[in-house]
């Protein structure tokens, strides 16, 4: 099937999207707001609200643009907040497994495949590592090259000091069971390996997700696993949606005490839970009694 949609005017989608039933209370501030953000990016915010079996979209809820637009703004600041408490988690971990193998194997441990499950897998990643270290600009990689020529590539606390999350989340994952391991599992509060694992490579995705201004509202993320016996009060409610934005938050809540117990993660989330429009806390799996948590107190 040939794709056959044209581009049309700020005022043609204006058009469009009245004639499918939503409303406009200011049409010359929408003109602004689609100015300014694509017509394809609200869409996502529009969708939940269309009925979308049918070829015209037709709204099926009585809802406005203005609405959408504050739905958009919420996503907005709650993308932020994740992001920077992602960036807090990430450095964390990124400490964590550096010490923990640099103390037990050494300066370049990385470079190590007797440490590793599957050797196809090292070798693809230890490739991706060294492209990550060729597109470095940081001077603690540039020194290192000028000053040492064995080993070629640098230690441990520099290559993956510059290594994406993604990346160090596939080495962590790949890397044998071992003390070390546990070690850092312990540290953040959990005893099954096999959870820390998914958790690096949930908060990956949900930062990448942030970092490219995705949509974290309503969106299905990958499931991630709750801990059954956690060293810290999590969740008493496990019934909750593992691959909804509410299970990820506790998680990210949970490490967050553990790693900076001055953390306003909290209070900022339930502060910004209170703007949260159209009702739609239970699209992100918020539960009613959400706020009665240990976790979130």
């Not at 071992?178 to 509060?189: D, Q, R, V, W």
């Not at 909804?244 to 938050?249: G, I, M, R, S």
């Not at 306003?264 to 009702?279: G, H, I, S, Y």
Request: charged share 25%.
């Amino acid at each position: 099937m040939k794709y056959s949609k044209l581009p049309i005017t700020i005022a043609e989608q204006i058009e469009k999207l009245k004639s499918r039933g939503l409303r406009f209370n200011n049409e010359a501030n929408a003109e602004s707001y689609l100015s300014h953000i694509s017509y394809y990016r609200l869409r996502a915010y529009t969708y939940p609200f269309q009925d979308n079996t049918n070829t015209n979209q037709p709204f099926n809820v009585d809802i406005s643009f203005e609405q959408i637009i504050e739905l958009y703004v919420f996503d907005r600041r709650l993308r932020l907040l994740i992001f920077d408490a992602i960036e807090k988690i990430e450095i964390a971990l990124r400490t964590q497994i550096i010490y923990h193998f640099s103390l037990n194997h050494g300066s370049h441990w990385q470079l190590k495949p007797e440490l590793y499950r599957d050797p196809m897998r090292f070798a693809n990643h230890l490739d991706s590592l060294q492209k990550e270290i060729d597109r470095s600009n940081e001077t603690f990689i540039d020194h290192y090259k000028q000053k040492y020529t064995n080993p070629t590539e640098p230690p441990c606390w520099m290559s993956l000091e510059v290594s994406s999350m993604g990346l160090l989340s596939k080495i962590f994952q790949n890397l044998s069971k071992s003390p070390e391991k546990l070690a850092i599992t312990n540290h953040f509060g959990l005893k099954d390996v096999t959870v820390i694992e998914n958790w690096i490579l949930c908060f990956s995705t949900l930062r990448n997700i942030c970092a490219h201004h995705g949509r974290v509202w309503n969106r299905r993320l990958i499931k991630i696993k709750l801990p059954t016996n956690p060293t810290y009060p999590f969740l008493n409610e496990k019934s909750v949606y593992p691959n909804k934005l509410y299970a990820t938050l506790s998680c990210i809540s949970y490490i967050l005490k553990i790693i900076g117990p001055g953390s306003t993660f909290n209070d900022r989330l339930k502060e910004l839970m209170k703007t949260c429009p159209l009702a739609q806390t239970k699209e992100m799996g918020f539960p009613p009694n959400w706020l009665c948590e240990e976790l979130w107190k």
